[in-house]
Nanobody, 123 residues
Framework: QVQLVESGGGLVQAGGSLRLSCAAS????????MGWFRQAPGKEREFVAT????????FYAYSVKGRFTISRDNAKKMVYLQMNSLKPADTAVYYC????????????????WGQGTQVTVSS
């Protein structure tokens, strides 16, 4: 298990950028797949992006592909989500999560979660 703390959320105008960070603690971070998920009011938590333990494989939701980039630094135990060309539809609480089950998309397969960081995109 790892403990995860997100930061970097805030209020931004449409078309702007934000970079989310996720700081991990714990000995098993480097062998976990890491993901970003988001949840808007009244909606279910949804997959945004995931990255393999090595960083060699990445996956994106169709709605963010080409605009968001996930990356990780295992030496620093950090995961990042660079978000460009933000839209009001991207407004949500963003969560960082870790999985050791070889899963990429299903929140149910992620075992450790951060507390979330709010991203609000104004039109």
């Amino acid at each position: 298990q790892v403990q995860l703390v997100e930061s970097g959320g805030g209020l931004v105008q449409a078309g702007g950028s934000l970079r989310l960070s996720c700081a991990a603690s714990g000995r098993t971070f480097s062998n976990a797949a890491m993901g970003w998920f988001r949840q808007a009011p009244g909606k279910e938590r949804e997959f945004v992006a995931t990255i393999s333990w090595s960083g060699g494989s990445t996956f994106y939701a169709y709605s963010v592909k080409g605009r968001f980039t996930i990356s990780r630094d295992n030496a620093k135990k950090m995961v990042y989500l660079q978000m460009n060309s933000l839209k009001p539809a991207d407004t949500a609480v963003y969560y960082c999560a870790a999985s050791w089950r070889g899963s990429w998309f299903d929140p149910a397969d992620f075992d450790s979660w951060g507390q979330g960081t709010q991203v609000t995109v104004s039109s």
